[in-house]
């Protein structure tokens, strides 16, 4: 038995060799494969053998393992691990009612963690996987699975010996996926058996894991010692492989040691290895291949790191003991295949194998990196990689287990550090030359693909885990290694500004760089801090701060950084910068540690405080467009620093660190590096005039406000300063909520959470919820006719904006500046509402969060005399409208100032103390520091220093002389000039001087000025002397009077009403313009000292003398004038747009709106007065009016377009239910399509085809439906718009040689033009004069019109056009539509075609105005109507065919024929069809539409009340036959006995009768078994229900007949109850006598007008059916009832819950391939399940949507896409998505599917779409159609 099981095994090895023909290879391994079965099941039958030991299955685990695309979800209520994944049938069979979960669509694979403990809470497990089923489930029996413990390990080697066979090196340049594709393919049945294998349950995967894990069975099979020839050969090719991957099989080798470097110290470590060029060389040796030859300088700045021992052990040596890690070997070697992947995981439910091969997989890590690394299909790879990491790692034990006994952190963040130095390049940042810094390069694949995503995903995925995470923090060398790699990152992607051409190409590298710092840098560390939260953490924070400055000052010592930073560059990327800041943010708020402590020297604070600056300035600089040539992609970096997924680990982190630095360095040095990195120094001088060397003067302006943005956002902001995380989420909701109205989904996804995507789990996202409603109103979605479909949205509270609107956090968050200015226009709105405040508004000041202790040196800036001089200086600068200032500039200005007074410093003594000479100069300023104080300080001159040309100097120069000399002023309090470049270098100077003494000789000379006057370049300066004599206080006083317009307009509030001064918060200040705030801050400097208050009295009693009315020069004046013009063309344009809008939307109703009702039209065409005789038409393209000629006709603009709506009507009102499972199907048997097929098929079966082609109308599938938008044009101007069409090439939305445009008012879709009949448009009085002729007299001139013979008018330009309309109107429509004649082409098809047009517009009008006429009036529909001009076309054409005048149905209808039985007698041809069968309806339109146009009146009243006789007569008929036997002979009886009263021709019973017994002289009646009888007719007849049975028999002709007469003679529609609908038609059509009295219950009968003798003209219609049946009675009696009680069209009534739907179709298969379809979609008009966009059902190049379109909608299709649930158009030849019907609880749609939460029908929005399918204005109302090409 063993050999036996040895050779099958063994057997296909020896033809591998020499690798067969791919045929018989697969029939053997097949053969082999079944051999083994055999095997296995020891002799028996291997089905019982699997269910045999399936029953010993401990199935505590779901474990599914799936793989992309894959519908799974996750619940978060249940997830411990956030990577928790559930597939459908668990999800379903737990209990997750009210819990966070949503579907999702697989990315990489997974699988069921159903069952697993260690990844979700037990309570969410489903029925099947909460039972601990281990415990009843009986021992194996020992000899159940003998043989495969024997047969196993034998099959494995076989397969690791086809790969080991299979695997060729590939050739240095040519890519051998082929190659592996062929072995693989090869091997898929045995890897398919071995899935099998595991898919037995519990039982045989112990089995496996025995054999994949047992060492000694692999020594013994693989070691290649044995005799055999190929095991040697396959040992070879394992080892060259091995080798080949850089990999070293230890026993070849001795590993070497290297002196570990000392820790931390990676710059040196260049220099190092240097002097090692050996071992240096040996480590390179196997990264060799991963180099590109481009690469040169990478490869030299190349630097190992971290101990050459440890790194060599884990990236190079591999050693493998047991199957399982071949295995795993060459799986990575052959780029994980999906199979081999699928087994792998398949096994995981064993508890022994998981450990064993999350070891392996370990063991394999740098291998695995490295394959990825040369992989040509990364994408694929890491998607496989990812699917079996993740099933690993987030299992906290098993990862803390891999930790402990296998170095998991210092492999993983070895081979991260590996991967990385492979794409290292020299930094250029500061200094070019002399930088030893490296950082990655953006622009290679290894960044630009994202390719070390899986390896990064692992790291994060380990570090959420406590313990793992612990280890971590606890490991200073795994610490400083981190740090060297996050080092890497530091300062990549530098941007240089382009100062003379734009730059030739734009990188779009930034996107890579930005990727890489959140992946690489910010989510590790949010993982990290993540576990330090408490006290007890606080060691782990104080060793990451500490290595991370090591690292810095390794940084800062790299690029030679000394104190200023390089011009014209920055980088957006400072990881160090930002973990730093953020474990000090974490430190001072979770872990109570001392601030101080943790804080290097000022040296190092002020080196810190740089880069973040510089970012900032560089921020302004893009805004202001100083970057514009460095092309676009410089601001996508810009928005992306501050987009809401980065915001958090960039903007915050770099703001809050520059805080801690402001907090702990000079203010007023802090304050003057702000102003010069914005380069606006120059710009903060008293003079008028100014030079500015380093920006130009049309930057200034937005400079100025960004710095002083800068700064109130510096000290406003409280992110990481005292907020806790509640109010943080409740501020940034506020932000986006007042930039605009947002979705749910919008909202979370603006609003920054704790970015460590894999938790998963908003911080608190009950507090997002319970936030979020307290802040925001929810409203609900609305529909506008226009169609746009609006989403649930969420807006501000109106306390919200009266209390929380916080501008700062607005700019703070805005990535478009358009979003700030639009939070103030609705700001404004809501003050303007609210009535708070009519005019224009500036931002509120928002009070802030008291500062955590640690901070509160922050508030130093506020009181700092450079600050306060800045503030003076624009002050005055803004009084004396000195240019480049703007109401920004003010705003930003008094907000500091209000910010000081909220924040007054608490007097410190020491700051008092002058520090001498050096300080003299602010000392000349402000005495002190306080700004309480500061702001009484009266400042009475100024030396400045101003170029020579300066109007200062004249002006001073008289100053100078009148008054005493130099000397004296000096001492009066001259403030001194004032530079605040000098005091920021002076600053520096002592700061260093106090720090280190040692440092002077790396400090520049404290005074260069080279930057700063390049010579000849700048105007000499020199200083003068201005006479200021102002305070900040009377400043802003003398400001209130400039913004007020007013003089002496302040008037200190206390003076009236003591109170104020005591109030904490007065209502009226907290909104309004800048009045308000000047008011508001005089009133709180007032308040915190008496001195002011004394003061301000002071300055308002001494009456200001007016302001001099100064010269101002024309280019102050223009930027003076244009802030204003601005602000008024601001208002002006607000209000144009406003009138547009309501102008638009007056528009929009009355030429779109479907529904309303509307009185007036701008082209009106129905309203000609009687006195005119003739219409005229308005040309909507030459703008002329006039009549429509022969020559020169006008047309309507018309849409025509095939429509199966009215085929889509039932006649039962409930509609029909999409089905959702497999029982419920639905069958088109009775649609009104259906029906009428049916019928003209049971004619033709037994009567003359062309007789049968005049009995009913067509066009209920696939009629043509004209519609108009009502406006007329010139059918030559039409023409020339056409060929200008042509040449346009930019309008794309529909196809001009289709004859398709827009009509060029009103832009409504359009593809033809119905000419207009010359002569008046509603025929005139002549032909309405009621005539008295008789009706016998009527009926003759009628039957003498039709007679003639109707020539086509001449050859005229009016003629030619009503043909070409009429082909358009016939290609509108498909073939089979138009043909329905038994002989092709026969002229019988067009005649019936042409009247059955205008039945479908009949039609389909009743059905827009409801299916009745009760509402009477012209509805809209009507309005814009075209019938009028529909029929004199379709007249004009069917008169070109004559009806043999003995055919003609007019004459049976009224003459009595004698020789009717010798016609019938006539048997060899078919019979004509009996006009009792004739469709009613029909008749009518073929009489009107065959006498000629204009037709009289009098003409058509005689035609329906003929008509009319006939109608009845069939509904006698059809009455008589739904009667049982008993019915009629009663009916008969009754009608007998009054056969010769007066009016028995107007008596339902007597006509009743005398039908009876007409028919039943035939054998109409006779057939009927019992049985039937009662299945037809149940009820009891009483004569109200017979009547009622007639009147609705009668009442589809009626109405119809009235519309008719509606269009053709303009006569208004009554409206009417429901009740009364039959008489009041029926007079308004004449046919009831004026007469008439209403007093008694009104019959139908009554409506009768006889043109014969009534009872003779029965007996003739009767005798044509009794002929036919007596051969047919069964058929003769189908045709005698008619349905014709109609519905309404509805579409399919979809369930509630979409999921319902999702979950039947998504996984249903295609009836033509019986596979599942890749985007199933369902039509919502039938019901048939369609592939969208599939190949396999493609018929003659058309794809099955459109196809189905064609045939279910004529063109038309609707359809759901159920892996997007949206709706998809399809209009002929075009499609376009319609949007959604299906919402989630928020009131979004969910495109895609993407977010997975659970979704629910909403009414509305049904409604609507069934609104446009009906009223067919799909093509109007949707804007965004495309081409389909027949693909869908």
């Known amino acids: 038995m063993a050999a036996a099981a040895a050779a099958a095994v063994g057997g296909p090895q020896q033809s591998q060799s020499e690798v067969p023909e791919q045929g018989p290879a697969l029939d053997k391994a097949a053969t082999a494969a079944h051999w083994c079965k055999c095997l296995l099941a020891g002799g028996g039958g291997y089905d019982e053998f699997c269910a045999a030991v399936r029953a010993y299955d401990p199935a505590a685990l779901c474990g599914l393992v799936w793989t992309a695309n894959f519908v799974a979800y996750r619940c978060r209520t249940c997830g411990i691990s956030p990577c928790m994944s559930l597939c459908a049938e668990c999800f379903h069979q737990g209990d997750h009612t009210g819990h966070d979960f949503n579907m999702f669509r697989s990315q990489a694979g997974g699988a069921c963690d159903c069952g697993d403990s260690n990844v979700m809470r037990e309570s969410g497990f489903c029925r099947r996987h909460q039972i601990k089923s281990s415990s009843n489930i009986p021992c194996v029996p020992k000899d159940l699975l003998m043989m495969s413990e024997f047969v196993l390990p034998r099959f494995i080697f076989c397969l690791i010996q086809y790969l080991r066979e299979g695997y060729n090196e590939p050739a240095a340049d040519v890519p051998s996926e082929k190659d592996l594709n062929k072995v693989l393919q090869l091997l898929e049945p045995q890897i398919s058996f071995l899935e099998d294998l595991t898919k037995m349950g519990g039982a045989m995967r112990s089995v496996l894991t025995q054999v994949l894990t047992n060492q000694q069975n692999y020594k013994d099979l693989t070691s290649g010692l044995g005799e055999n020839a190929c095991a040697k050969k396959s040992h070879e090719k394992y080892l060259i492989a091995l080798k080949s991957s850089g990999l070293t099989y230890p026993e070849d080798k001795l590993v070497y040691g290297m002196q570990e470097p000392s820790a931390g110290t990676s710059t040196l470590l260049v220099q190092g290895l240097a002097g090692a060029p050996g071992a240096l060389g040996q480590v390179e040796s196997s990264d060799e291949e991963d180099q590109d030859g481009s690469q040169g300088l990478g490869k030299r700045k190349r630097v190992k790191l971290s101990s050459g021992t440890k790194d060599q052990s884990i990236m190079d040596v591999l050693k493998h003991k047991s199957f399982l890690e071949e295995l795993l070997f060459w799986t990575i070697k052959y780029e994980f295949p999906q199979k081999m992947v699928t087994f792998l995981l398949n096994m995981l439910p ?50 803390r287990q891999v930790t402990e006994e296998c170095q998991l952190l210092d492999i993983m963040v070895t081979v991260l550090l590996y991967m990385m130095e492979s794409c290292l390049i020299k930094s250029e940042l500061q200094d070019e030359e002399n930088s030893l810094h490296v950082v990655v390069n953006c622009g290679e694949a290894l960044l630009k693909n994202n390719t070390y995503w899986p390896l990064v995903s692992d790291f994060i995925n380990i570090l959420s885990h406590q313990s793992v995470a612990k280890r971590f923090l606890e490991d200073h060398g795994l610490l400083v290694t981190w740090m060297n790699f996050v080092s890497f990152f530091q300062g990549m992607n530098l941007n240089k500004r382009e100062l003379n051409e734009h730059v030739e190409f734009e990188s779009q590298t930034y996107y890579a760089a930005f990727a890489a710092e959140l992946e690489a840098c910010a989510q590790p560390m949010w993982g990290l801090l993540s576990h330090c939260k408490v006290r007890e953490t606080q060691e782990y924070t104080r060793n990451v701060v500490r290595y991370c400055l090591e690292a810095l000052q390794d940084w800062f010592d790299a690029i030679n950084f000394v104190d200023e930073p390089a011009p014209n560059q920055v980088t957006f990327h400072l990881p160090l910068h930002r973990y730093y800041a953020m474990f000090l943010s974490k430190a001072v708020k979770c872990q109570e540690l001392d601030l101080d402590s943790l804080l290097p020297d000022q040296e190092m604070l002020m080196k810190l405080m740089i880069h973040p600056l510089q970012i900032q300035a560089s921020l302004a600089e893009i805004h202001s467009n100083m970057w514009v040539r460095n092309g676009l992609q410089i601001k996508g ?86 907020m806790s995380d509640d109010e943080t989420l409740r501020a940034e909701m ?114 802030r969060a008291p500062l955590r202790p640690s901070y509160r040196g922050l508030l130093r800036l506020l009181h700092c005399k450079t600050l306060h001089i800045v503030l003076f200086t624009l002050l005055y600068k803004i009084l004396m409208d000195h240019q480049n200032l703007s109401e920004h500039v003010l705003c930003m200005v008094l907000y500091l100032i209000e910010l000081g007074l909220e924040n007054s410093a608490e007097d410190d003594s020491e700051e008092e103390v002058s520090m001498g000479g050096p300080e003299r100069c602010h000392d000349s300023w402000f005495p002190g520091s306080n700004l309480v104080s500061n702001m009484r300080h009266f400042i009475n001159y100024v030396r400045v220093r101003v170029p020579e040309t300066a109007p200062e100097l004249k002006r001073d120069s008289l100053a100078g002389t009148s008054s005493d000399d130099l000397g004296s002023l000096q001492n009066s309090g001259t403030a001194q000039v004032f530079s605040l470049v000098a005091e920021r270098r002076k600053k520096f100077q002592e700061i260093i001087n106090r720090s280190s003494s040692e440092a002077n000789q790396v400090i520049r000379p404290p005074y260069t000025p080279k930057k700063w006057s390049a010579p000849g370049s700048a105007p000499q300066l020199t200083t003068a002397i201005l006479e200021i004599k102002e305070s900040i206080l009377s400043l802003l006083i003398k400001l209130h009077h400039k913004l007020s317009g007013k003089q002496n307009s302040y008037y200190p509030p206390w003076l009236d009403d003591i109170e104020v001064l005591i109030q904490p918060e007065i209502p009226k200040y907290n909104h309004g313009d800048g009045i308000t705030a000047v008011e508001r801050i005089l009133l709180k400097a007032a308040m915190q000292s008496r001195m002011n208050k004394r003061i301000i009295e002071e300055i308002c009693r001494k009456v200001t003398p007016p302001v001099p009315p100064k010269k101002i020069t024309a280019a102050e004046k223009k930027t003076l004038d244009k802030e204003e013009r601005r602000q008024k063309a601001r208002e002006r344009q607000q209000k144009l747009l406003a009138e547009f809008a309501s102008r638009q939307k007056s528009f929009m109703e009355t030429a779109m709106d479907v529904d309303s009702p509307e009185n007036e039209i701008p082209m009106e065409i129905a309203t000609a007065e009687p006195q005119v005789s003739e219409a005229v038409y308005d040309c909507v393209i030459c703008g002329q009016s006039g009549p429509s000629s022969e020559d020169r006709p006008a047309g309507l603009v018309v849409l025509l377009q095939a429509s199966s709506v009215l085929g889509q009507c039932r006649d039962n009102a409930d509609p029909k239910k999409l089905p959702i499972t497999e029982e419920e199907q639905i069958y088109p048997w009775d649609t009104c399509a259906a029906v009428h097929d049916v019928r003209l098929s049971l004619l033709q079966r037994y009567f003359k085809d062309s007789s049968c082609l005049l009995a009913v109308s067509i066009g209920w599938e696939g009629g043509v439906y004209v519609q108009t938008c009502g406006h007329t044009l010139h059918i030559d101007c039409h023409k020339s718009y056409m060929e200008s069409l042509r040449n346009d090439q930019v309008l794309q939305g529909f196809s001009v040689d289709k004859g398709e445009f827009t009509c060029p008012l009103c832009r409504q879709f359009a593809n033809s033009v119905l000419p207009c009949y010359p002569g008046s448009n509603v025929e005139s009085n002549l032909w309405q004069r009621p005539s008295n002729k008789s009706t016998q007299d009527l009926i003759k001139e009628v039957e003498e019109l039709q007679g003639r013979p109707g020539a086509f008018p001449s050859e005229t330009n009016l003629s030619k056009e009503m043909e070409s309309v009429m082909k358009d109107i016939k290609n509108t429509t498909q073939k089979k539509y138009r043909d329905y004649s038994k002989t092709p082409g026969s002229p019988d098809n067009d005649f019936l075609f042409m009247y059955s047009v205008a039945r479908t517009n009949l039609e389909l009008e009743l059905i827009h105005r409801g299916g009745s006429l009760c509402s009477g009036g012209a509805s809209t529909a009507g309005k814009r109507s075209c019938l009028n001009q529909l029929f004199h076309v379709l007249a004009l054409h069917m008169r070109l065919y004559t009806i043999d005048s003995e055919y003609n149905p007019w004459k049976k209808l009224t003459q009595l024929v004698e020789d009717m039985n010798s016609q019938l007698g006539n048997e060899e041809q078919q019979p004509e069809v009996p006009i ?38 069939q509904a006698l008929a059809a009455l008589s036959v739904k009667g049982s036997e008993e019915d009629r002979s009663a009916w008969k009886h009754a009608g007998a006995l009054r056969k010769n009263t007066c009016d028995a021709e107007k008596s339902c019973e007597v006509l009743l009768s005398f039908v009876i017994s007409e028919l039943s002289k035939g054998k109409l009646y006779c057939e009927e078994g019992t049985q039937e009888c009662a299945m037809v007719s149940p009820i009891a007849w009483s004569p109200e229900s017979m009547e009622k049975y007639i009147q609705a028999f009668c009442l589809p002709f009626l109405r119809i007949s009235s519309l008719l007469q509606h269009h053709l003679f303009g006569e208004d529609l009554p409206s009417c109850q429901e009740e009364e609908e039959f008489s009041v038609l029926a007079s308004c059509l004449g046919l009831l006598p004026t007469f008439y009295q209403t007093d008694h219950p009104f019959l139908s009968a009554s409506c009768l007008d006889w043109p014969v003798t009534a009872l003779d003209i029965i007996t003739q219609w009767c005798s044509e059916i009794r002929s036919f049946t007596e051969r047919h009675a069964e058929q003769g009696k189908a045709l005698l009832i008619q349905e014709s009680r109609w519905k309404l069209p509805h579409l399919l009534q979809l369930p509630e819950n979409y999921n319902t739907i999702f979950q039947y179709y998504h996984r249903k298969t295609c009836s033509v391939c019986t596979k599942v379809p890749k985007d199933p979609a369902v039509c919502l008009v039938c019901g048939t399940f369609v592939c969208l966009k599939g190949l396999c059902c493609k018929q003659q190049s058309y794809c099955e949507c459109v196809l189905h379109s064609q045939n279910c909608g004529a063109g038309t299709g609707i359809f759901l896409l159920i892996n997007a649930s949206v709706i998809i158009i399809i209009r002929g030849h075009r499609f376009c998505l319609w949007g959604s019907v299906y919402l989630d609880a928020h009131g979004e749609e969910d495109r895609d599917l993407r977010r997975g939460k659970p979704l629910y029908i909403c009414e509305e929005r049904y409604r609507v779409l069934e609104q446009q399918w009906v009223s067919h204005t799909f093509d109007h109302i949707n804007k965004r159609w495309g081409p389909h090409y027949n693909g869908l």
């Open 1476 to 1513: 009792l069968y004739h469709d009613v309806t029909s008749l009518l339109l073929i009489q009107i539409l065959m006498m000629p146009q204009p037709l009289r009146k009098e003409h058509f009243s005689c035609i329906v009340k003929v008509l009319f006789t006939l109608l009845y007569t």
């Open 350 to 399: 064993d508890q022994e194998y998981k450990v064993a091969f999350t070891k392996t997989f370990v063991q394999h890590y740098a291998f695995i990196m490295k394959t990825l690394k040369k992989s040509h299909e990364s994408d694929t790879m890491s998607n496989r990689i990812v699917h079996i990491s993740v099933q690993l790692f987030s299992n906290e034990e098993l990862a």
């Open 637 to 722: 970096q810009a928005m992306t620093y501050v987009q809401s997924h980065f915001c958090n680990s960039m903007i915050d982190p770099d703001i809050y660190l520059l805080q801690v630095c402001a907090s702990r360095l000079d203010p007023d040095y802090f304050i003057s590096s702000v102003f010069e990195r914005f380069k606006v120094v120059d710009l903060l001088t008293m003079a008028s005039q100014h030079h500015n060397t380093v920006l130009d003067v049309e930057h200034e302006r937005s400079m100025l406000e960004g710095a002083l943005t800068f700064l109130v956002i510096l000290l406003s902001l409280r992110l990481h300063l005292g």
């Open 734 to 847: 506020v932000a986006q909520l007042c930039m605009n109205d947002r979705t749910h989904s919008s909202l979370l996804d603006l609003i920054p959470e704790n970015p460590n995507p894999k938790s998963g789990i908003i911080p608190g996202s009950y507090s997002f919820e319970s936030v979020l409603s307290a802040v925001a109103d929810f409203k609900a979605p609305v529909f506008e006719p226009g169609g746009s479909m609006q989403q649930g949205m969420y807006t501000p509270k109106a306390e919200v904006w009266d209390q929380e609107f916080d501008p700062v956090m607005v700019i703070l968050r805005t990535v478009y500046r358009r979003d700030v200015q639009s939070a103030m226009d609705r700001y404004t709105t809501f003050l303007k509402q609210s009535g708070k405040f009519p005019g224009n508004p500036w931002p509120p000041y928002k009070k």
